[in-house]
């Protein structure tokens, strides 16, 4: 038994060879956040900035393709407008972004000139990735700039957004960036040097490498930024290391410091190993992003049909509806025990729903008529959690 044990151990890979992906990776998404770009009243620290682009523009120019997804907008606006702290109320939060994201802008063409790196501004949000013919937009512009060898440098769309301002999306549009540009991996940085099974300041130990969420289960982790810059935090990276993982993409949590050493493939950081295949970004958003409006209730073998992946939800599999919703909204797709099945786009309005469930769609089609002999939530709409 002893034997084989140390047999199955052997094979599995150590983290110092999954790292080396990095290394041989060709294209590459990384994202950096305001708390290690800014100083701590608000302004761009040109130090921290030129070091995260010393390494990267090596890089760039040794041939490796880097999508840069940079947070620090908002932070880098804060000092120029004279706040002493970062807004709390959207306006002046916009107002931040747009004076910010210029001077960040600025000084990204300059200190990446110095190694023959043309960039090249790419506003977005969430939505931008979700929705098909901006997504389409999205994919052809980044292929486009990183075919003309320009290193994109990607961020959340501030000056316009509205909810996702306050998140840390950054973190989770990377992740989705990730998935739109097919890289071989991405790499997360913060002011943290890896996930931690504690708070790190308390002896806790790293965490070298996540297979699945699980893995975390018994695992405190930080939600919010540091220095009052960030919206995001280490709950943010988690999710979106989890979101790009499920799709594929092996992803690496870790410092700012660390960059030069991710690039050289060592041991340091967190390690999210690859499982899965790679989803499309609608299908990431609708499983890690959507917020659903309501909820639907399937019996015992439309869980298990639903659970397979490979099955729509029809009328006669439902047991109950909760909530408000509309054709389009996103919903829960649950059993009896009100534990979360899936997740996906419904086809009927939540008024419509009581009158067919437990029916066939043949008999809804006699009563009702032909537009209700379809599936409530068709599989190509829905995700299993």
């Given at each position: 038994m002893?034997?084989?044990?140390?047999?199955?151990q052997t094979r599995k890979p150590s983290a110092v060879n999954e790292r080396s992906q990095i290394a041989r990776a060709g294209r590459i998404v990384v994202k950096v956040g305001s708390s290690s770009l800014t100083t701590v009243d608000g302004g761009i620290s040109e130090d921290a900035l030129i070091a995260l682009v010393?390494?990267?523009?090596?890089?760039?120019a040794a041939g490796t393709e880097i999508i840069l997804v940079s947070s620090g907008a908002i932070a880098a606006g804060i000092s120029?407008?004279?706040?002493?702290?970062?807004?709390?109320d959207l306006a002046t939060q916009q107002a931040a972004a747009s004076v910010g994201q210029?001077?960040?802008?600025?000084?990204?063409?300059?200190?990446f000139a110095k190694f023959g790196v043309t960039v090249g501004q790419v506003l977005l949000t969430a939505e931008d990735l979700i929705r098909r013919e901006q997504y389409g937009n999205a994919f052809r512009t980044l292929n486009r700039l990183l075919d003309l060898g320009v290193l994109p440098i990607v961020n959340e769309h501030d000056t316009v957004a509205t909810h996702e301002i306050r998140f840390g999306d950054n973190d989770r549009l990377a992740a989705l960036v990730a998935d739109l540009t097919k890289a071989d991996a991405l790499v997360l940085l913060s002011d943290v040097d890896a996930v931690y099974d504690g708070p790190p300041s308390?002896?806790?130990?790293?965490?070298a490498r996540v297979d699945s969420?699980?893995?975390?289960?018994?695992?405190?982790?930080?939600g919010s930024g540091s220095a009052g810059v960030g919206t995001g935090g280490m709950a943010t990276k988690v999710q979106a290391a989890t979101m790009a993982s499920e799709s594929g993409i092996p992803a690496l949590v870790t410092s700012a410091a660390n960059v030069a050493r991710v690039l050289r493939g060592e041991d340091v950081g967190t390690w999210f190993a690859p499982r899965g295949l790679r989803r499309s970004a609608r299908m990431l958003w609708l499983a890690h992003l959507a917020s659903a409006s309501g909820r639907l209730?399937?019996?015992?073998?439309?869980?298990?049909?639903?659970?397979?992946?490979?099955?729509?939800?029809?009328?006669?599999?439902?047991?109950?509806?909760?909530?408000?919703?509309?054709a389009g909204d996103v919903v829960d797709l649950t059993d009896r025990k009100g534990r979360i099945v899936a997740r996906g786009?419904?086809?009927?309005?939540?008024?419509?729903?009581?009158a067919m469930l437990g029916k066939s769609t043949r008999e809804l089609s006699k009563k009702l008529g032909k537009r209700y002999a379809r599936s409530v939530v068709h599989v190509d709409d829905l995700v299993v959690i």
């Open positions: 002893k034997q084989r044990l140390r047999m199955k010393d390494t990267l523009g090596r890089a760039r120029p407008l004279g706040l002493k702290r970062r807004p709390k210029g001077r960040l802008m600025s000084q990204y063409t300059d200190e308390k002896g806790a130990k790293r965490i969420p699980s893995d975390l289960d018994e695992v405190e982790i930080g209730v399937m019996d015992p073998g439309a869980v298990r049909a639903i659970a397979g992946g490979k099955k729509s939800l029809l009328p006669a599999g439902i047991v109950e509806t909760s909530g408000e919703f509309e786009i419904v086809n009927f309005a939540s008024d419509e729903l009581p």
